[in-house]
Nanobody
Framework: QVQLVESGGGLVQAGGSLRLSCAAS????????MGWFRQAPGKEREFVAA????????NYADSVKGRFTISRDNAKNTVYLQMNSLKPEDTAVYYC???????????????????WGQGTQVTVSS
């Protein structure tokens, strides 16, 4: 089992940057593919980015491609989401998630993840 704790959210103006972190407990962090999802009020949870166990493979939602970067440090049991050129439509609660299954096409689906953090609020003002 793994516990996930996100941090780094906050209020930022449009065009600004934030870096989210997700710290994982346990010694098997490198066994999990990791993902970031977000949920805005009144909307469904949506995929943002994912990274394979080694960090060699990443995928992004079209809406964040070129602006967000996912990375991980397995020695520190942490996954990051660097968010640049933020837009008001990026406002949401951001969640990190971990999955034991192999990295595959289902990484875009939130119900394919086994563990979730509590979320961190990101608010982008116009």
């Amino acid at each position: 089992q793994v516990q996930l704790v996100e941090s780094g959210g906050g209020l930022v103006q449009a065009g600004g940057s934030l870096r989210l972190s997700c710290a994982a407990s346990g010694r098997t962090f490198s066994s999990y593919a990791m993902g970031w999802f977000r949920q805005a009020p009144g909307k469904e949870r949506e995929f943002v980015a994912a990274i394979s166990r080694s960090g060699a493979v990443t995928n992004y939602a079209d809406s964040v491609k070129g602006r967000f970067t996912i990375s991980r440090d397995n020695a520190k049991n942490t996954v990051y989401l660097q968010m640049n050129s933020l837009k008001p439509e990026d406002t949401a609660v951001y969640y990190c998630a971990a999955r034991l299954a192999s990295y595959s096409g289902s990484i875009f689906l939130h119900n394919e993840y086994d563990y979730w953090g509590q979320g961190t609020q990101v608010t982008v003002s116009s």
